[in-house]
C-alpha cells in the first residue's frame, strides 16, 4: 500500500529534550515536507526537500532542523523543542511535479511541557 | 503571495442536508486546486482536485468547479452523511511553487 508512515503518533516531552520524529515514504516520491497544524492557524510548512539532500525552510522552520539522506526518509529534528512547539505535525511526499497534491502521514500530536 | 480563504466554520448539519463550503484563492498565474478532507484523528485525505479553468473536481458525491473568472473552488454535495463529518481543506499549488498553501479549514458535523 502506497502510503506516508510517520513515527510517534503521540509523543509527550519536557523542555529541551531533543527528539525526533520519523517519516518514511514507499512511492519513490522526490518531493517531500513537514507541516504543522494549530488551531486557528491552518497549516503551515516547516521545511521542504526536493530530492535527496537537497532542503530549504518553508513559512516556520525557526527551532526545527530536517535532513534527507535517503530518499524514502524525512525526519524532523527538535533540538531543543520549547512548549511554543506543542501542535500536530505532518509528513507529506509528492512526485516532483506536485501537480496532483500530495500525500500526507496520519500526523504526530506532540506536546511539550 | 498565494493565499486561500475559506468558510472556517464549524458548520452543524442534518444528514441530507445541501452543503456548499466557499473558498476563493488569490494567486499569481494558473495554479491547480484541491480539497483536502481530515477525519477525526486521521491526517489529510486529497477529496478532489481540478488543474485547470472550467474543470470539475468529483469524488464521493462531492463536486468543485474551478472558476477562474471569480478566483473561487467551491465545494458541494447535494445530500451529507454523518459520514461526511471532518475538517475541510481548501489548497492551491503553483507550478514550480514549493508548497501547497491552505486554507484553515472548516469543520464540519453532520448529526442523524
Known amino acids: 500500500e502506497a502510503q506516508v508512515t510517520q513515527n510517534p503518533r503521540y509523543l509527550i516531552t519536557v523542555t529541551g529534550k531533543k527528539l525526533t520524529v520519523t517519516c518514511s515514504q514507499n512511492m519513490n516520491h522526490e518531493y517531500m515536507s513537514w507541516y504543522r497544524q494549530d488551531p486557528g492557524l491552518g497549516l503551515r510548512q516547516i521545511y521542504y526537500?526536493?530530492?535527496?539532500?537537497?532542503?530549504d525552510k518553508g513559512d516556520v522552520p525557526e527551532g526545527y532542523k530536517v535532513s534527507r539522506k535517503e530518499k524514502r526518509n524525512f525526519p524532523l529534528i527538535l533540538e531543543s523543542p520549547s512548549p511554543n512547539q506543542t501542535s500536530l505535525y505532518f509528513c507529506a511526499s509528492s512526485p516532483w511535479d506536485r501537480v496532483d497534491g500530495y500525500t500526507f502521514g496520519s500526523g504526530t500530536r506532540l506536546t511539550v511541557v | 503571495g498565494d493565499s486561500v480563504t475559506q468558510m472556517e466554520g464549524p458548520v452543524t448539519l442534518s444528514e441530507e442536508a445541501f452543503l456548499t463550503i466557499n473558498c476563493t484563492y488569490t494567486a499569481t498565474g494558473y495554479p491547480s486546486l484541491f480539497w483536502y478532507v481530515q477525519y477525526p484523528g486521521e491526517g489529510l485525505q486529497l477529496l478532489l482536485k481540478?488543474?485547470?479553468?472550467?474543470d470539475k473536481g468529483s469524488n464521493k458525491g462531492f463536486e468543485a468547479t474551478y472558476r477562474k473568472e471569480t478566483t473561487s473552488f467551491h465545494l458541494e454535495k447535494g445530500s451529507v452523511q454523518v459520514s461526511d463529518s471532518a475538517v475541510y481543506f481548501c489548497a492551491l499549488s503553483q507550478g514550480g511553487s514549493e508548497k501547497l498553501v491552505f486554507g484553515k479549514g472548516m469543520k464540519l458535523t453532520v448529526n442523524p
Open positions: 481540478a488543474t485547470k479553468a472550467d
Open positions: 526537500s526536493m530530492n535527496v539532500e537537497v532542503t
